[in-house]
């Protein structure tokens, strides 16, 4: 069993080990308009209704897109995709159209108007679901209405957000602990 040494650490940098990833791409449409803006900070709520809670900056173009329209897709971006995933993360929609300018594919869904990212790994299809943590925390918990998964890679190398620019890419995987998980486990 590993020992360590530790120090007092500033607890609003803790997201440094919290920050699960993978890193997503959200893409939006309201009125005449569409969008995408990137996203760490999301968390798994339910099983079924499938719930997602998303942080969605009210600075951020996406955060009115999101809000008027009350759907959005999370398209999931594989490693290939990382250069442009963090410039989407720099720029706003406010002035350019993201999928023009990085050469993304918009394709229409199936439940909503939001495009799906066709570049990505997967794409679910999401509605709002509760907006109660919207005004107090830009938290919006969307239900996942449909999911499309590629059908390979079984285990896409994901981006993973560290924060303060730094990354890591989803590496090994192991069944080595499958004995010990008690089913019915998260
Ligand atoms: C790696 C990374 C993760 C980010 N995570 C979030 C997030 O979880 N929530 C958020 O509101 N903004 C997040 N951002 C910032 C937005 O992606 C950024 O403000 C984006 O330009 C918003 O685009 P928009 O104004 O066109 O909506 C992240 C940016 C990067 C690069």
């Known amino acids: 069993m590993p020992r360590y040494i530790k120090k007092d650490f500033p607890s609003h940098n803790v997201r440094r080990f919290l920050e699960p990833g993978p890193i997503v791409l959200v893409s939006s449409a309201y009125k005449d308009e569409t969008n995408i803006m990137?996203?760490?900070w999301h968390m798994v709520?339910?099983?079924s209704p499938a719930l997602v809670g998303c942080l969605?900056?009210?600075g951020n173009h996406s955060f009115e897109l999101v809000r008027g329209s009350r759907q959005c897709v999370i398209n999931i971006p594989t490693v290939d995709l990382a250069t442009t995933v963090v410039k989407i993360g720099n720029t706003s929609g406010s002035n350019i159209d993201k999928f023009a300018e990085f050469g993304l594919t918009p394709k229409p869904g199936t439940h909503v108007r939001a495009p799906?990212?066709?570049e990505c790994y997967a794409n679910f299809e999401c509605e709002l679901a509760d907006a109660g943590w919207v005004k107090k925390y830009n938290v919006f918990v969307f239900e996942v209405v449909k999911a499309h998964v590629a059908t390979a890679p079984k285990y896409p190398k994901t981006i993973h957000y560290r924060g303060d620019g730094e990354f890591m890419?989803?590496?090994a995987e192991t069944a080595e602990y499958r004995k010990l998980f008690r089913p019915g486990m998260l």
């Open 45 to 47: 709520m339910e099983f």
């Open 56 to 58: 969605i900056s009210s």
């Open 116 to 118: 799906l990212i066709e």
């Open 169 to 171: 890419i989803s590496g």
């Open 38 to 40: 990137t996203m760490g």
